[in-house]
């Protein structure tokens, strides 16, 4: 190592462990600096790279939760593009928990309005037991029986 590499080792180490521990403690604004290089450049463009991945995430949930939650748009999902590997999985997870969640209320939202229609006929999906087995049931047919 050089002399200057050297002088600048734990000024960086101990910057990399504050933005760390930041970024453990939530805040995904903290950033290495870019302008580094060599091995400690290629840490802190890895590690800002990860911060940027994760503060998408938590954007993105943050308008599902807004979107979905207070204003009912249950056809949104979450859309990170470019997310690859664990990043991909966990916004596939994500839209599949949100699936899941918003199935109920558009069963119960589609046999309503069939039977604000008239129409009597209508079935609705319930969710018998915890193993996802389901059943159609039409209760307003065994009424009119």
């Known amino acids: 190592m050089t002399e200057t590499m050297i002088r600048h080792a734990e000024p960086r180490s101990r910057q990399m462990l504050a933005s760390m521990l930041a970024f453990r403690d939530g805040n995904f604004s903290a950033r290495l600096p870019s302008d580094w290089d060599g091995i400690d450049g290629q840490i802190a463009t890895a590690f800002n790279q990860a911060i940027s991945y994760e503060d998408r995430l938590s954007r993105e949930v943050e308008r599902l939760s807004l979107t979905v939650g207070r204003e009912g748009r249950l056809?949104?999902?979450?859309?990170?593009?470019?997310?690859?590997?664990?990043?991909?999985?966990?916004?596939?997870?994500?839209?599949?928990?949100?699936?899941?969640?918003?199935?109920?209320?558009?069963?119960?939202?589609?046999?309503?309005?069939?039977?604000?229609?008239?129409?009597?006929?209508?079935?609705?999906?319930?969710?018998?037991?915890?193993?996802?087995?389901?059943?159609?049931?039409?209760?307003?047919?065994r009424r009119s029986s």
């Open 75 to 141: 056809k949104q999902r979450m859309s990170v593009p470019g997310a690859i590997a664990g990043w991909a999985a966990k916004v596939d997870c994500f839209n599949t928990l949100l699936d899941d969640l918003v199935r109920p209320t558009t069963e119960i939202s589609r046999t309503i309005g069939a039977v604000a229609r008239g129409d009597l006929g209508q079935s609705m999906e319930l969710e018998v037991d915890s193993m996802g087995v389901r059943s159609r049931a039409n209760s307003f047919d």
